[in-house]
């Protein structure tokens, strides 16, 4: 494998190591106020089971938050370490440019520098999974209620009220049936002749409105061309 080239920069990103250990170290505020504050908390209003069971909850609580604040010392101190050290390589780098060997040397203590983060960093997060599983709830020996499922009504018995007088019963109203459709067959013509046209009681409405309003436009088409009109049909505008 071949070594460094004397002119390539430095390994690492400094910059980027520099926000990583700045953002893990502000992490650490939240957590130990939480872990410090925990054990302070009293159940003033509550007694016998509730009480115990919130004590208990609250020690098993304060226990994870505590162990949270240990993994992200313990994370903080090596990432802060790293960061040192990738702020010091470019120094070390420049004084050992023209001696390939010593480049090879420290492009390998880096890369073994970053693997042993890198596994450090994974055997904390296992610590805080565990953490989490521990914490799941157990097994209730209780049944839990359906959510679909619903209370029984109460079988209640009310007694009446001596005061209060009772209402008559009253006869539910006769159902009635739909409305007949169309006229009632006496009142239909006995006989209609096609031949002669409809008979005036079925003038057909849409068809006079029509006509209505032709002859009133063609009226004021004439009036407003100056046209005499020897008739003005009083009786048809009236109607309209």
Same mark, same amino acid.
């Given at each position: ?7 390539? +920069? ?35 209003? $509550? ?45 070390? $780098? ?73 209402? +008559? ?72």
């Amino acid at each position: 494998m071949a070594g460094p080239d004397p002119v390539d +920069p430095a390994p690492g990103n400094a910059g980027w190591v520099r926000a990583f250990a700045e953002s893990t170290a502000a992490q650490r505020e939240p957590l130990a106020d939480c872990a410090h504050r925990l054990p302070g908390l009293r159940p003033v209003y $509550w007694q016998g089971a509730a009480a115990e069971g919130f004590v208990g909850a609250l020690h098993r609580l304060t226990g994870e938050w505590r162990t949270a604040l240990a993994v992200q010392e313990q994370v903080a101190g090596r990432v802060d370490g790293y960061n040192t050290f990738v702020h010091q390589l470019p120094h070390l $780098w420049e004084s050992y440019r023209d001696d390939p060997a010593e480049l090879d040397r420290l492009a390998e203590v880096h890369r073994a520098t970053v693997t042993e983060l890198a596994r450090d960093l994974v055997l904390r997060a296992a610590e805080l999974d565990a953490v989490a599983v521990a914490t799941t709830p157990a097994d209730d020996p209780r049944p839990e209620p359906s959510p679909l499922a619903e209370p029984p009504a109460p079988d209640l018995e009310v007694d009446p009220d001596p005061h209060v007088a009772e209402e +008559p019963a009253v006869d539910p109203e006769p159902e009635v049936g739909p409305d007949p459709v169309g006229p009632e067959p006496q009142d239909l013509p006995a006989h209609v002749d096609l031949a002669a046209g409809p008979p005036a009681a079925f003038v057909d409405p849409p068809a006079a409105l029509a006509d209505r309003l032709r002859r009133t436009g063609l009226l004021l088409s004439q009036l407003r061309e100056g046209e005499r009109v020897h008739r003005i049909p009083l009786d048809h505008l009236a109607a309209g």
